[in-house]
Structure formats: C-alpha cells, structure tokens
C-alpha cells in the first residue's frame, strides 16, 4: 500500500508541473449548457456524486476510497453520502470484485475501484469466470449487471512495470462483460454515467497520464453517452487511424503533422471495446483504402490484432495498403527507457507516411 501511495502521489504531482492538453471532443452528443472547465479526474468525481444522488443503491468502495483515493477521483464522497455507501476494502482486489459481485446480484449498483489496473490481476478470476458468466450460467434467472470496476490504466512518465501497464486486451477475449475507455473529461464523465446504469457488468479503463493533464468544457448536469458507438472525431480521406484512451491524443499530434505533408487522416475514437463498433470502422475504411490501429498495450495480442484481422476479413477488396499497427512492444513496461517503449507521435507520423507511401 505504502509504494502504491507514494507512486499516487508522485503521479499526481508530477502530472501537475506539465502543459495542459486539450483533445478534441464532438459537441454533438452532449448539449453544452452550464459547462464547466475540469480536467478528467474531476470529471470522474462530478460522474460518481451523481451516481450516487440519484441511485440509493449505489456504492463506491475499494482501497483508500473514503479519502479520496490516490488519484483524488473519490474526494468528498464519503463525505456527502456517508461511510455506509462509500468505504475501504482491505488490499484484496479478488475480495474487492468478489463482493461487488455479490452486493450488484442483490439489485445495487456496485462501483469498484482498483487502485491501479495493473493489480487488477488477483480478480481476473472472480471477473472472467464469475461477473461475466453470471447471468449466463443462471439462464438469465441473476445477473450482476450492476458491477463497474474501476482502474487507472496506462504510462505516467515514471510509474515502471507495475504502475504503468494496459491489460484491457485480456478482458477483451471474455463473452459477458463489456469494456470502455474514455479520452477526455466529457467523455469520461457520460461514460462512466452510462456504464453504472448499464445492465451489465462494466470494466472501465481511466487513462490515468490524463487525471490533470487533459482540461475542457465539461456540462455539469446529469448526461450519458452512448456504450458501443465509436466516434469520428477527424474526417480524413486518405487513411484511418483507430484508438482510444491517452493515445488519441498522440494520434491526433500525428494526423496533425501529416495534414502538413497533404495527407488528409480519418481519426476514430473506439471508447468501447467490447463490445466494439464495426460499422464505423468499416465505413471509415471502405472510404480511405487503409487503416493504422495504435495502443499503449505490447503489439502482440494486443487489441489492435483483433481489429485488424475484422477489417482484413470485411474490408479486403478496398484494402490499399497492409493494415499499420504501432504499439507498445514486447517488453515488460520499462522505467528509464519508456520513451523507446511507447507508441510516440514520430512512430505513428512514421507508419501514416508509409501506408499511404505503400
């Protein structure tokens, strides 16, 4: 607990000492009145007070929640709706998932939180073999569609192998369970909304190099946004990139810098993956000839592989180019040499260039 507090908080310091980013985010889906600036941990916290206002069933627990959390993402809840809703669990993430099972099979709204996605391994099994076949194994008979997990994914800058990883490509693989992952504070907060009340078990990845970095206009009333429905957020013609998370934003860098060179990028925003949305992948491919998928995740087994092989098998004939992948690599996450690890935007700029150049 110590090492996961001292990280806590050098994450949160040192993430405060640098530029603000700003991601591009459609207005369309979410009416812009009473907006207010708020990097995307204040949006996770606003997502969670409501959560908690307009459901008496809901709850909020895992390791340091009623301080506040590492993160600061759970300030001020216990607070406001008292240590019977919102509370610690002991340092056991297979006991943290185990009982949120268990109190959203009684019809509450059970919102876990793993400090870090990277000990979120000790539940894989209470999540892949329980939450996920639970309404199946009961013929529909229970469910425990009210369970959300929690956690803070991805690189920070200096988190190392167990403070830094991406593990949403195992949870991928596992009929019954949805996964999401948001790139901005709006979108974080109107997803994080929409998979509390989704009627089915939710995993919720939070791109945690995000917590401060990322700022804009966030609506302050009640919203969701919609789980399975990829977004376009750059119109392009000459190739399709596909992402989500942190890494939208070093896309997006990129499809900058080659609009330079007069290539024109299609950027698309999964925010769910699983399950995912083929129709405008697909429709965005058949209409630029190619397609780069990049992740924080190793290459290998990464998600990537999984969009790539559907666009292989649906998209063939429109094909122009190999489809591009650039992605973490196949190393344990490293410390001092994390900029050689990561999907950077001269790695992305790079693979943009010789997939039209093909």
């Not at 990464?302 to 092989?309: C, K, T």
Request: overall charge neutral; hydrophobic content about 40%; charged content about 20%.
């Amino acid at each position: 607990m110590a090492l996961r507090n001292i990280i806590g908080k050098r994450i949160g310091n040192g993430i405060g000492l640098v530029g603000r980013r700003s991601l591009s985010t459609s207005t369309s889906d979410v009416e812009n009145r009473n907006a207010k600036s708020m990097n995307l941990y204040s949006a996770i916290n606003q997502a969670l007070h409501l959560a908690l206002e307009t459901d008496p069933r809901a709850f909020v627990f895992g390791e340091d929640v009623s301080f506040g959390g590492v993160f600061r993402c759970t300030t001020g809840l216990a607070d406001r709706f008292g240590k019977a809703r919102v509370f610690n669990t002991p340092l056991c993430e297979q006991g943290i998932v185990g009982f949120g099972i268990g109190l959203a099979a009684m019809g509450n709204r059970a919102i876990a939180e793993i400090q870090f996605a990277d000990y979120i391994y000790p539940a894989f099994d209470q999540i892949v073999n329980e939450a996920a076949k639970f309404r199946y194994r009961s013929g529909n008979q229970f469910n425990c569609g009210g369970l959300t997990i929690r956690a803070p994914y991805g690189a920070v800058g200096h988190g190392g192998h167990y403070h830094s990883q991406s593990p949403e490509a195992f949870f991928c693989h596992v009929p019954g369970i949805k996964v999401v992952i948001p790139r901005s504070p709006r979108q974080a907060k109107g997803l994080l909304l929409s998979c509390i009340r989704d009627p089915n078990p939710v995993v919720f990845f939070e791109p945690k190099w995000l917590y401060r970095l990322a700022v804009e206009e966030v609506p302050e009333h009640d919203y969701m946004l919609p789980l399975s429905k990829a977004e376009v957020i750059r119109q392009g013609s000459d190739i399709t990139l596909v992402g989500w998370g942190a890494q939208l934003s070093i896309m997006e860098q990129a499809c900058i810098e080659a609009e330079k060179d007069g290539i024109s990028c299609e950027l698309i925003d999964l925010k769910t993956l699983i399950p995912w949305d083929k129709e405008t992948v697909e429709a965005s491919v058949r209409k630029t000839g190619r397609v780069l998928i990049s992740h924080e995740a190793p290459v290998t087994g990464g998600f990537g592989a999984e969009i790539s092989a559907s666009i292989v098998e649906r998209c063939f004939l429109r094909l122009e180019a190999p489809v591009a992948r650039v992605c973490g690599l196949d190393t344990p996450f490293p410390l001092v040499f994390e900029p050689f690890y990561m999907p950077s935007k001269n790695k992305v700029l790079d693979a943009i260039k010789a997939t039209v150049n093909y």
